[in-house]
């Protein structure tokens, strides 16, 4: 493939051009990649398989969300260079690689191959897949950041709606499920898989456009924007965002948020199973419990597209308030009711799943807020790196506890007692950074054209 087809110039949309293509581009990038979020449907099949622990079966998944975050802050500036055709030929190489890798380690199995493929070479199309949209999006919807947003992360978060089925029936006509399942049957799924990707995700980089410079929606003016205590017209560059207070405490903000909802996340089949484990047959709960994925995935894509786009009205300020102190209202709620209404937990795990959505959708709103729209793919990709963290912090907060209450021998709700408790703190301080965000001072800003010229001519 020639280098100039993958280059910004070669993408320029001509003036006819409808701006409505570049979301189902972006979607088709961010529901393959999302698939990350169904991979509790493959830990129990490679526990068992394998003989690994909980912890382990989560190694894959937990590099994963780390180079998303790494990939997204070294190749941020580049993927706003180089525009998004070319991150999201990147993307689709190293996450259908990662498969093809992992396959061929569950063949053999090497676990460790799993982990680099799915977790390393994955992750980094992960990374690099999930920021290429969201500065074209923003450029194509200057009147709308939050919808337009929220309709490509959605799809991220709904990954898992297609991946959860998809995954499971997989594994059942190759043997991969079960108490004593077939690894080469685990291996055919992910070579299955990886091929799907390949081809679905070619979709996104063949579609995608960016704007000409001088483009702007039709009737609108930029002085028509909805204002906020927080919406700036300046630009700030990547380089001087990572030096402002306000890049940090949205840093704190979306960690938190993000472990709060990733370790229920990344362990959500056996978190039903340990819940409700005694409501019915064995085969029944199982089935309930890859249902329980599947409907968390669509609370988390749904929350992204709803929320996000009620911020273009309240504010991202307001819409964390609400992510962060109802988010731990109904932790407490699931702590205090563990499993007596069946219907509660329910209720309060989707909404939970649909803030930490949101927590995403909006983030990019919040930034070009923040910091305008000079770099801001680029200061997403370094913001992101609070993902990784928390990519780390969730699950190990989650697993390693749950491990430690079944080897004492703790049943049911009570294994996750203690990191639930845990999960409110977090927004607790998560609700407060927010609070203390306020509007970046001006030495930080780039000088506009107007002030350059001025300088120079004074010089």
């Not at 992960?126 to 947003?149: C, E, H, M, N, Q």
């Not at 070579?191 to 609108?220: E, H, N």
Request: a neutral charge; proline letters at 5%.
């Amino acid at each position: 493939m020639p280098a100039g087809f993958l280059q910004r110039e070669r993408i320029v949309a001509p003036p006819t051009w409808s701006r409505w293509l570049v979301p189902p581009a972006a979607l088709s990038i961010h529901l393959a990649i999302g698939q990350a979020y169904a991979w509790s449907v493959f830990k129990p099949p490679l526990e068992n398989g394998l003989g690994i622990s909980g912890v382990e079966s989560a190694l894959p998944f937990t590099l994963g969300i780390i180079m998303l975050g790494v990939s997204a802050a070294l190749f941020g500036t580049k993927v706003d260079a180089n525009g998004p055709r070319w991150a999201m030929v990147v993307s689709s190489t190293c996450f259908v690689a990662g498969f093809l890798i992992s396959a061929l380690g569950l063949y053999f199995s090497q676990y460790w191959l799993v982990v680099i493929g799915y977790g390393f070479v994955g992750g980094i199309g992960l990374g690099i897949g999930y920021i290429s949209p969201v500065s074209t999006l923003i450029k194509w919807f200057p009147d709308r950041p939050g919808l337009a947003t929220g309709i490509a992360i959605m799809g991220f978060g709904g990954g898992a709606l297609i991946a959860s089925p998809l995954s499971s029936q997989l594994l059942s006509a190759f043997g991969g499920s079960g108490s004593d399942p077939d690894v080469h049957g685990i291996a055919l799924t992910f070579l299955t898989m990886g091929l799907i990707y390949a081809v679905f995700m070619s979709v996104g980089w063949l579609l995608i456009r960016v704007p000409a410079d001088d483009w702007k929606p039709l009737g609108w003016d930029s002085s028509q924007a909805r204002q906020g205590t927080l919406i700036t017209r300046a630009n700030v560059s990547a380089r001087n965002a990572i030096k402002t207070p306000q890049f940090w405490l949205l840093w704190v903000v979306l960690c938190f948020n993000v472990t709060a909802g990733i370790g229920i996340l990344e362990r959500a089949n056996p978190i039903f199973t340990d819940f409700f484990g005694d409501a019915g047959p064995a085969a029944t709960v199982a089935a309930a419990a890859v249902g329980f994925v599947s409907i968390l995935s669509l609370a988390n894509s749904l929350g992204r597209i709803l929320w996000s786009s009620l911020s273009d009205y309240l504010g991202r300020k307001n819409m964390y308030r609400i992510y962060l102190g109802v988010g731990a209202l109904l932790y407490l709620t699931v702590t205090l009711m563990t499993n007596s209404n069946r219907v509660v937990f329910l209720i309060c795990a989707i909404l939970i799943l649909s803030f930490y959505g949101a927590g995403f959708a909006t983030v990019p709103a919040y930034l070009r807020d923040l910091f305008g729209t000079y770099q801001v793919g680029a200061i997403h990709g370094r913001l992101l790196t609070a993902w990784s963290t928390a990519g780390v912090l969730g699950p190990l907060i989650v697993n390693a506890i749950a491990d430690a209450q079944i080897e004492a021998g703790v049943e049911g709700p009570g294994r996750y007692t203690i990191a639930f408790m845990i999960m409110i703190g977090l927004l607790v301080i998560g609700f407060i950074c927010n609070e203390l965000i306020r509007p970046v001072n001006e030495k930080f800003h780039e000088p506009t054209l107007e002030s350059a010229s001025k300088a120079g001519a004074q010089a």
